[in-house]
């Protein structure tokens, strides 16, 4: 089993707080259930077998005193029948070979066991045992009578004290069954207290990952919790302030390189003017260096976009427009040329959507260049309603986006293994990146996924809340 494995299968901590507890509580449960049990069961049979063992002496003692030298056999029945015992008790005597019992179908000779009566009979010695006889269990006493040439065996039944220690055991039982689901309630009550404070951390990390850089603890008065708390928020705010650090950093390095970067572009056009005058080399050199300037602004406006995202300065400028002549016209002001086709069911038009138009408009634009650079271009753009939201789908012919990469590729400068190639049209790898930023900032998602038709390509969606039911607006 690899270690994966083990940890996959090894419990919990909440779980395991909880099994401790519960064993705890069984393993009291039967230590306490087998002392209390053990103690009655000595003390119940202790008893009564002193009380039985007073009796058999005493009707011994009465034999063996009504017993005469003249007595014979048959007068034995006579002796049994004067003696007082105990209710459900039954009297068994040996007189000269010869067996006499009170109630011969209920214990008889043959009732006495062959220990016993070897220790009774044979050796002359008092003893007793507990045995079953016809399903009902006995605690039979032998006293042998030497003088008189007699042995005196009583059988005490024993059902009233086995009805009470089953009795005792079911108490015991149910008692440790109680026991145990307490220790379990409050295995899962410590557990819950535990790591409650495990829990606002776990929390307040998951806020922190989703860029609210702001998430504290609150602090507390134990102290050993109290430390893990100010550690938590020291590391959270020396993550901000790293965090914004980078991002002014990068955003102040955007703002420098904005004016350098507009007298290089004015040279290079200036250039351009004069592009037929060049050498051959000269105008292939010139045609490079026109297409990196063209990239490097590019990538200069996207990084002053994300340092935006970055330092919290984004914010949407929301109105209310119908969506389906807007996509039209955002994918024709994106890709004039190629005229792709916009696809929407007849009952959407009329539907209006609540949205900051320019980030919406560049969401579309990033997602047809992005299909013009990887996926020979989009061949469609869908839209479509699903409940309350809205849903854009971009679709190429390309050869398509590796399940391993769907997530990677809406990653900062990430452009998967097709964005190797390099060319007059290779992006920097940001594009995607604001269409994620921008769609996250309303509220939505996007993701990649195969073509509805399973045909070569990819399908990318993007989806946004804020459906208005009657927009009121012509289309």
């Known amino acids: 089993m690899t270690a994966t494995a083990r940890r996959l299968r090894r419990p919990g901590l909440r779980a395991r707080i909880v099994i401790a507890f519960g064993l705890s509580a069984m393993l009291v449960s039967i230590v306490l259930a087998a002392i209390a049990y053990g103690l009655a069961r000595s003390n119940i049979l202790d008893g009564r077998e002193n009380s039985a063992l007073r009796t058999v002496a005493f009707n011994a003692n009465q034999i063996s005193r009504r017993i005469l030298d003249d007595t014979e056999p048959e007068q034995i029945d006579e002796i049994l029948q004067g003696l007082s015992t105990p209710a459900g008790s039954l009297p068994l005597v040996r007189f000269q070979d010869e067996w006499q019992a009170r109630d011969s179908l209920e214990f008889g000779q043959e009732d006495v066991t062959g220990s016993l009566l070897q220790a009774v009979v044979d050796q002359s010695t008092p003893s007793q045992m507990r045995y079953r006889i016809s399903d009902t269990l006995f605690l039979v006493i032998g006293i042998p009578i030497t003088d008189k040439d007699a042995t005196y065996f009583e059988a005490t039944p024993l059902a009233d004290v086995e009805d009470t220690l089953g009795s005792l055991a079911l108490a015991l039982a149910l008692g ?6 307490t220790g379990i309630g409050l295995g899962f009550w410590v557990a819950r207290r ?4 495990l829990s606002d951390i ?7 990952a989703a860029g609210d850089l702001d998430t504290r603890l609150e602090a507390e008065a134990d102290r050993d919790l109290g430390r893990l708390t100010t550690s938590f928020n020291h590391m959270a705010s020396g993550l901000q302030e790293r965090i914004e650090r980078d991002a002014r950093f990068a955003s102040e390095v955007s703002h420098e390189l904005r004016s350098p970067l507009m ?12 592009r037929d005058e060049l050498p051959e080399r000269s105008q292939t050199a010139l045609d490079l260096l026109s297409t990196d300037v063209e990239r490097f602004q590019q990538l200069v406006e996207d990084l002053l976009e994300i340092s935006r995202f970055d330092v919290g300065a984004a914010a949407l400028q929301l109105s209310q427009f119908e969506i389906s002549e807007f996509v039209r016209n955002a994918v024709d002001v994106a890709d004039p040329a190629r005229k792709t086709p916009v696809r929407y069911a007849d009952t959407l038009p009329g539907t209006a959507i609540r949205a900051d138009k320019r980030r919406l408009a560049r969401v579309i634009a990033n997602l047809i260049d992005n299909a013009a650079k990887y996926g020979d271009g989009a061949s469609e753009i869908s839209i479509d309603r699903r409940g309350d939201v809205i849903r854009i789908a971009v679709e190429d012919h390309g050869p398509g986006v590796a399940d391993d990469e769907r997530t990677a590729i809406f990653a900062r400068f990430s452009r998967g293994s097709e964005g190797g190639r390099r060319g007059s049209g290779t992006g920097v790898g940001l594009g995607l990146a604001l269409v994620d930023e921008h769609v996250r900032l309303h509220g939505g998602r996007v993701w990649v996924e195969d073509r509805i038709d399973r045909g070569p390509g990819s399908r990318f969606v993007v989806e946004l809340p804020g459906i208005i039911e009657h927009s009121g607006l012509p289309v």
């Open 263 to 274: 007298t290089l572009t004015a040279s290079v056009e200036v250039l351009k003017t004069r």
């Open 202 to 208: 776990s929390e307040a990390a998951e806020a922190i």
């Open 194 to 197: 535990v790591l409650l404070p």
């Open 176 to 181: 440790g069954a109680v026991t145990i689901v």
